[in-house]
């Protein structure tokens, strides 16, 4: 790994993508995450790539679809209001089979909202989003380190599914300063292309489109699409689960709540309430495996979330009738207080008595 | 014997699915013989619209991406720089550019995107069904102005060749019909030298042509020819709205 050096979550996500061999950038300005498009637009053409603001996220995400169209690396981001009007082109990227990372720093919602974290977008991140039958792997680093290490990978992963890759952060991960490494090497020689509309010369035509009128191959068309998301599912899982106290009772989190979640199950700790946490590192594929792996400890499961709950119905599918499901949230920019998760725990500790809480 | 006529290269040989009586097929033509002339055809990247031509790509011998509605020219713009020594061009109807995708076309222009667009305007949604288009003219009856356009509910059609040629980014802007010999004649010169401007790295071009819908507008194809001169030259007349070579027209 090369020097260790301070960096701003966005800016972090930047070098992280040029790192990665990103040379294309489409965006437009919104809040909490302009630190990464003006990152871009200086670094950029210190590489030799292109940083275009668009007239709109519309149109980014759909210079975003023709960059990858011609075979480039390509990067977009944006803020949950941004993101839904972006949804219609990663629709189109899914339909097209074209990778791209799209990185969304979210705000709180509906509509227009405020502008400080939240994760109020999970359902939005993890059902595709858009129109149509589709999945797009979603990363949720929880650290800067974290997020460079993600964002590299994001573009590999979407080269070699063919298929965008969102990475959700929020307004505190994108502002806050951590220590973080890039490796010292070069990135991978990306995937030939084949594939890739640069010219027929030589070769026979390449189309790119995602219209299929006959319903008996559009139908083929998203079979084919789902086998690749079940390839998806099996492969790039990621979770983290951490129970140094041998716990019963699991709280699930990610990103900046999976920070608060730790401290809140020190405070329990502390207070005789031994808790573990789960942590979804991708939220689509949502690790299912991690519960099953728990299973026959786990008496609650407890998720946390900057929502209103969106998250706890994956952590209801995934529990599976084997442990009772809480969940506590605050909306709309309000980040939980570890006190106020202990407070949680007590209650849910109440409920399913018989626990081990120590003398 | 002598060959004096044959389908351009860049043609596909496939039967289009276009209505008899439309000049979609004579613009794409014109398209392929540009890209033939100029030898482009190796380096050539075309998008398609949503609208009547969505299936363009299957009509040429060229690399062929499809984009959502109105945003050809940002997918353009997206191909165009990642390769900049390739030549990108969008084809695209009056509904995609000059209603849903007014943004992104005023935006390509004003940036001097090194595309070219092609700009059939034939005041209709041809593929829905014949609904009012921003380009509809007042008075004209379509499924969504049964009564004809009122300028007091619907406004005035949009004019694109004249607005766009106020953008500082465009190098060339013409209109043009495909109504005769002359005018196809004509027509071809315009999307020759649009591909020049772009091939010379001029900047933005458009060629708009006006072009029949008989199907929607209800007519046969020769009073849909005639419908063109009478109806809508007037309110969009021929010309080149400017042009690199001799400054603003």
Aim: charged share 20%; net charge negative; hydrophobic share 40%.
């Amino acid at each position: 790994m090369g020097e260790k050096m301070l960096m701003k979550g966005n800016e972090a996500i930047g070098e992280a993508a040029i790192k990665a061999g990103c040379r294309f950038f489409f965006g437009y300005p919104i809040t909490p995450q302009n630190e990464l498009p003006e990152y871009m637009s200086r670094r950029l053409p210190e590489v030799g790539g292109v940083f275009l603001q668009a007239e709109s996220e519309v149109a980014a995400i759909n210079m975003v679809y023709g960059a990858s169209c011609a075979g480039g690396r390509v990067m977009t981001s944006s803020s949950s209001p941004g993101i839904s009007l972006k949804q219609e082109g990663i629709s189109y990227l899914a339909g097209s089979e074209l990778p791209a990372v799209i990185v969304n720093i979210v705000r709180g919602g509906p509509g227009l909202g405020g502008i400080q974290p939240a994760q109020s977008d999970y359902f939005q991140a993890t059902r595709g989003g858009g129109h149509g039958d589709y999945r797009t792997l979603v990363y949720a680093p929880s650290t800067i380190q974290e997020m460079v290490d993600l964002v590299m990978m994001a573009f590999d992963k979407a080269d070699a599914y063919r298929n965008p890759v969102l990475v959700l952060g929020d307004g505190i991960l994108g502002q806050m300063m951590e220590p973080v490494e890039f490796p010292d090497e070069p990135p991978p020689e990306p995937l030939a292309k084949p594939w890739a509309t640069t010219g027929a010369e030589g070769r026979p035509p390449n189309i790119i489109s995602s219209i299929i009128l006959d319903p008996e191959l559009l139908d083929k068309h998203n079979w084919h699409l789902m086998e690749k998301y079940e390839q998806i599912r099996k492969k790039e899982t990621r979770w983290e689960i951490y129970d140094p106290y041998e716990a019963e009772i699991f709280l699930v989190a990610y990103g900046t709540m999976a920070r608060v979640a730790r401290a809140a199950i020190e405070a329990a700790h502390s207070r005789g309430i031994d808790c573990g946490l789960v942590r979804p590192i991708t939220l689509w594929p949502f690790p299912e495996r991690a519960f099953d792996e728990l299973a026959d400890r786990a008496r609650a499961y407890l998720s946390v979330e900057m929502s209103t709950g969106q998250m706890v119905d994956d952590v209801k599918i995934a529990a599976a009738g084997r442990a009772p499901v809480y969940f506590y949230g605050r909306a709309g920019g309000v980040v939980p207080s570890p006190a106020e998760i202990v407070k949680k725990i007590e209650l849910i500790f109440e409920e399913i008595k018989g626990g081990s809480k120590r003398a | 014997m002598r060959k004096i006529f044959e389908r351009p290269k860049s043609l596909a040989e496939a039967a289009q699915h276009y209505c008899p009586g439309c000049t979609h097929g004579i613009v794409h033509r014109l398209v392929a013989e540009a890209v033939d002339e100029l030898g482009l055809a190796g380096r050539t990247i075309g998008v398609s619209p949503v609208g009547c031509s969505v299936f363009a790509y299957n009509y040429f011998n060229l690399d062929f991406v499809q984009a959502a509605h109105g945003r050809a020219p940002a997918v353009a713009t997206g191909l165009k720089r990642v390769l900049p020594d390739r030549v990108v061009f969008t084809y695209q109807g009056d509904g995609d550019l000059a209603s849903i995708g007014a943004a992104e076309i005023v935006h390509a222009a004003a940036r001097g995107e090194k595309i070219t667009v092609v700009f059939v305007n034939n005041a209709i949604y041809g593929m829905t069904g014949g609904q009012m288009a921003p380009t509809t003219l007042v008075g004209q009856k379509t499924t969504t102005s049964p009564y004809g356009r009122q300028q007091e509910v619907a406004g005035y059609p949009i004019r694109v060749a004249e607005m766009l040629s106020t953008m500082e980014g465009a190098a060339y802007i013409a209109r043009v019909a495909v109504i005769s010999p002359q005018s196809v004649a004509r027509a071809r010169k315009a999307m020759l030298k649009a591909f020049t401007a772009q091939l010379e790295g001029k900047g933005f071009s458009l060629v708009e042509v006006l072009s029949t819908c008989p199907t929607n507008w209800g007519m046969t194809p020769v009073e849909a020819l005639k419908w063109v001169e009478t109806a809508m030259m007037p309110v969009f007349p021929l010309g080149v709205f400017r042009d690199w070579e001799v400054g603003e027209a």
